[in-house]
């Protein structure tokens, strides 16, 4: 099992470009999250899903988008970026809901 | 609202020692887990114990092992026997029930482990 993978690993953006962050897991977890890091904090979820067409938001939605169409992936789309947006971004999955595992993060600049 | 706190943002401690990391959560839930989770220098998030509220007894996993105090609302997390590789950032996390996986992070406290 590969777990929860993400790309790309490092990103630089400009002010206004827009990308999406991929992530995909093969442990056919129904719980999926997108947490990001920001220096010398924890993490805060950005957006989660519970099943495959059932997205909700977290502490820290706004500028981000999500979908999920399958139970393995779940990507997070960055539209305009701005400088506020630059930190580590990590996906995780979840069977239960409880606990969870994280992908390797990926790092985002905005400049 | 749902808090984790982490009063310690370093620890140091000598490599065969025994060093205990600090947290302490705030939650009107009666059903939520807590856990430990190591960010070596490569960011990768690894969960390092986990224990459930309702389990009077506290979790072990090797060397680690927790202190979990229900009605202090405390859960402390001990590193015995030392090694150069639990050098690390850890970070306390809650996962409250009814918040769909919701975790909730303290501000980490970094490991230094001296040779």
């Known amino acids: 099992n590969a777990g929860v993978t993400q790309t790309p690993k490092f990103r630089i953006l400009k002010i206004g470009q827009s990308m999406t962050l991929q992530c995909a897991q093969d442990?056919?977890?129904?719980?999926m999250y997108w947490y990001r890091q920001d220096p010398g904090m924890g993490l805060k979820l950005i957006y989660y899903s519970v099943g495959a067409g059932i997205t909700d938001k977290g502490e820290v939605p706004n500028g981000y988008n999500v979908s999920r169409s399958t139970t393995e992936d779940f990507p997070l789309r960055l539209e305009l970026a701005a400088p506020s947006q630059t930190s580590v971004y990590f996906c995780?999955?979840?069977?239960?809901?409880?606990?969870?595992?994280f992908g390797p993060g990926t790092r985002l600049t905005v400049t | 609202a749902q808090t984790v706190t982490q009063s310690q943002p370093e620890m140091s401690v000598q490599e065969a020692e025994t060093v205990t990391l600090s947290c302490t959560y705030d939650t009107s839930e009666s059903d939520y887990y807590l856990f430990w989770y190591k960010q070596p220098p490569s960011r990768q998030m690894i969960l390092v114990i986990r224990q459930e509220a309702y389990k009077q007894q506290n979790a072990t996993e090797n060397r680690f092992s927790v202190n979990f105090q229900k009605a202090a609302k405390s859960f402390s997390l001990k590193i015995s026997d030392s090694q150069l590789g639990d050098a690390a950032m850890y970070f306390c996390?809650?996962?409250?029930?009814?918040?769909?996986?919701?975790?909730?992070f303290g501000k980490g406290t970094k490991l230094s482990v001296k040779p």
């Open positions: 996390a809650s996962n409250y029930g009814g918040s769909q996986g919701n975790l909730i």
């Open positions: 442990m056919n977890h129904n719980y």
């Open positions: 995780a999955s979840s069977k239960t809901g409880y606990e969870q595992y």
